[in-house]
């Protein structure tokens, strides 16, 4: 399954872009850093379940919907853009973003 690769180098590319997308994300919304780390660690982990679930269930066959909009919010830029993109390009939708003014760098960054 060509997407469980894909999915592994996203997550890949998270890790390794974490403090930079948790700065961004800090930047847009003025919260606490610590929060914004929380939500990373939290999608990483998430991402990983998620590869492990659809590698036990390969004869599973997911039914992909048609086009998905997801409109992302100022406030949790991270957790709210990642999982629900993830989750509609797992089951073969097409996914359009569209972010918030204020967190725009940051959807480019995931994008």
Not at 33 to 53: E, F, G, L, P, T
Not at 54 to 66: A, N
Request: proline fraction near 5%.
């Amino acid at each position: 399954m060509e997407y469980l690769s894909e999915l592994k180098k996203f997550c890949q590319l998270l890790q390794k872009n974490r403090k930079t997308l948790c700065h961004l994300a800090v930047s847009a919304t003025q919260s606490p850093i610590k929060y914004h780390q929380k939500d990373m660690q939290y999608v990483i982990s998430w991402i990983k379940n998620v590869r492990k679930q659809i590698e036990l269930q390969t004869k599973y066959v997911m039914k992909p919907k048609g086009k998905v909009l997801i409109g992302l919010s100022a406030n949790e830029p991270i957790i709210i853009s990642i999982i629900p993109a993830i989750s509609a390009l797992v089951t073969g939708n097409h996914v359009t973003l569209r972010p918030s003014t204020k967190c725009a760098e940051i959807t480019k960054r995931i994008v």
